[in-house]
């Protein structure tokens, strides 16, 4: 296998694109990727303050890399989820890159700053782990961003991961998930920029990426997660991509060439209406914030059964 | 396992229904989800001439089967394919079912009355066997219809095919035909009324239909579409509904509530453009029609070498 630039020995085929890379090609691949997705959707600004969510995994880790390589400047933000030695290990990668790499990593503690963690948010609700991760992530980098001045958020959804949850949104056709399904949600009122460079490279890639660039990352999948459907999303895909490579790209980019603005006006109208959550001020359709009610369930402390009112 | 209904042993369990039923409780189950999708799409008309097209699969045959049950009058239209041993048993399993139960049944056949098959229309054409029968289908049911005073063609895609279907559409957005994807299409200049009364029904249930029944069918898929894109997408369907059953039929009742009509423009602006073909009167965007266009490729003799013009 060559590289398709040079021909000098390949490390990796990228089938999608029909061709093979050797490191230095494979690099610059990721570099015209990534500043393509950018360009395209307009994703950061001459000035802008970035915020790259770091999960200590490949894709975060690989992104946060890629912007050095692109020179944005930006910082890390480490969320502390409580997934015991899952948790330990991930932060263990991002304060490594960061320190290695001299960058500025801030880290939020769910136990510590927010008094609970997802495994305890899952029990205590009897609902998905991953619906209280993706709440609290949501929540609580948009409140850091907002809070520290950075005008962006970019997390590393990789096209798999954009694949993935565009399927589950057709099966299910979640009209309003498909009309906020984009590589840019653009600021609001309460809201920082949110962006997805990672959105021309699969995973794979990711992997890979960090292989030539000796990043270690937490190679582990989250216990959490094992067996949810998003999984199941992933494996329908890649059966299907592996018979027909360029589906996952063309599903994606199709979607926001002919589908994305079909799904529009929901979101349009769902925004207009969000007022300021009671409790914490973050844009909400109505009173308290889901996040808000997440964290008060959690960490409210059970009436005995004696002085139960009613 | 026991009938939802009556509490007698079951012969089968629906999953997405979260039931199962004895044998004269599942041929009413069926009957009710027949009626149900009739009633609903307004498929069939008091009075109506209604064609089914049969291709002696389960599918078809059921279909025919719940019609009479239904108390619908339904002749068949049988479109010989000029698949070898293929063609031949399933020809035989429509003329006994239509010779057992009293039924008209019309014959097609490519080869005598169109001048091809399908094998040999892939062979000259290098094109999948696949594309040439689905497009000989849609035109010559739709002539006969025309030509013979029908007012509706009924077709056996059942859920499972249905879903196939929309997921090859929506994985490559391909707008056209998702506004096209619908159990039905009303009557227009040129084109009889298309329905697909079984959309409710699933692959399983209608095997199982035609076994309670007592309906022998041709069990063979068809061996020219081993491998193709449409199997893939079942596959990768049937994995997802196995771990969350309900999946498909919430894909394509959902894309039917709140997707097609997103993708409605599109039909409405090509169907205004047609034009009769200049060779057979078919509406067709321009000049001579897509099956013309094949009859014309397939069926001309080759010019010897020595004469080749220019």
Same mark, same amino acid.
């Given at each position: 296998?060559?590289?398709?630039?040079?021909?000098?020995?390949?490390?990796?085929?990228?089938?999608?694109?029909?061709?093979?890379?050797?490191?230095?090609?494979?690099?610059?691949?990721?570099?015209? &990727?990534?500043?393509?997705?950018?360009? !395209?959707?307009?994703?950061? !600004?001459?000035?802008?303050?970035?915020?790259?969510?770091?999960? %200590? %995994?490949?894709?975060?880790?690989?992104?946060?890399? /890629?912007?050095?390589?692109?020179?944005? =400047?930006?910082?890390?933000?480490?969320?502390?989820?409580?997934?015991?030695?899952?948790?330990? !290990?991930?932060?263990?990668?991002?304060?490594?890159?960061?320190?290695?790499?001299?960058?500025?990593?801030?880290?939020?503690?769910?136990?510590?700053?927010?008094?609970?963690?997802?495994?305890?948010?899952?029990?205590?609700?009897?609902?998905?782990?991953?619906?209280?991760?993706? /709440?609290?992530?949501?929540?609580?980098?948009?409140?850091?961003?907002?809070?520290?001045?950075?005008?962006?958020?970019?997390?590393?959804?990789?096209? =798999?991961?954009?694949?993935?949850?565009? /399927?589950?949104?057709?099966?299910?056709?979640?009209?309003?998930?498909?009309?906020? &399904?984009?590589?840019?949600?653009?600021?609001?009122?309460?809201?920082?920029?949110?962006?997805?460079?990672?959105?021309?490279?699969?995973?794979?890639?990711?992997?890979?990426?960090?292989?030539?660039?000796?990043? =270690?990352? &937490?190679?582990? !999948?989250?216990?959490?997660?094992? %067996?949810?459907?998003?999984?199941?999303?992933?494996?329908?895909?890649?059966?299907?991509?592996?018979?027909?490579?360029?589906?996952?790209?063309?599903?994606?980019?199709?979607?926001?060439?002919?589908?994305? =603005?079909?799904?529009?006006?929901?979101?349009?109208?769902?925004?207009?209406? /969000?007022?300021?959550?009671?409790?914490?001020?973050?844009?909400?359709?109505?009173?308290?914030?889901?996040?808000?009610?997440? &964290?008060?369930?959690?960490?409210?402390?059970?009436?005995?059964?004696?002085?139960?009112?009613?």
């Amino acid at each position: 296998m060559k590289c398709t630039v040079c021909r000098g020995p390949a490390v990796i085929d990228v089938r999608r694109h029909n061709s093979a890379f050797c490191s230095d090609h494979f690099v610059k691949h990721c570099h015209d &990727q990534v500043r393509r997705a950018i360009d !395209e959707h307009h994703m950061i !600004e001459p000035g802008d303050r970035v915020l790259v969510a770091v999960s %200590g %995994g490949k894709d975060s880790l690989a992104l946060w890399d /890629l912007f050095a390589g692109l020179g944005i =400047d930006a910082d890390g933000l480490y969320l502390g989820l409580g997934i015991d030695e899952y948790s330990d !290990e991930s932060v263990e990668h991002a304060r490594a890159y960061a320190t290695g790499h001299g960058r500025t990593l801030h880290e939020v503690d769910l136990a510590a700053d927010v008094g609970f963690t997802v495994p305890g948010a899952a029990e205590s609700t009897h609902r998905s782990p991953c619906g209280a991760c993706g /709440l609290s992530k949501r929540h609580l980098f948009n409140r850091f961003a907002m809070e520290r001045g950075y005008d962006v958020v970019a997390t590393g959804h990789n096209l =798999d991961d954009e694949a993935a949850v565009l /399927l589950g949104n057709v099966l299910r056709w979640e009209v309003g998930y498909l009309g906020r &399904q984009h590589p840019v949600l653009p600021a609001a009122d309460g809201f920082a920029r949110k962006v997805k460079p990672l959105i021309r490279l699969g995973e794979r890639e990711m992997a890979a990426y960090c292989v030539v660039r000796g990043i =270690d990352y &937490q190679v582990e !999948e989250c216990p959490m997660a094992a %067996g949810n459907r998003h999984l199941g999303y992933k494996e329908a895909l890649n059966a299907i991509e592996d018979r027909s490579p360029g589906t996952k790209a063309a599903f994606v980019f199709g979607f926001l060439e002919r589908g994305h =603005d079909r799904f529009g006006d929901d979101v349009e109208h769902e925004r207009a209406a /969000l007022t300021p959550c009671t409790s914490c001020g973050a844009p909400t359709p109505s009173g308290v914030c889901a996040f808000c009610k997440l &964290q008060e369930r959690v960490t409210q402390v059970p009436v005995p059964s004696g002085r139960r009112p009613g």
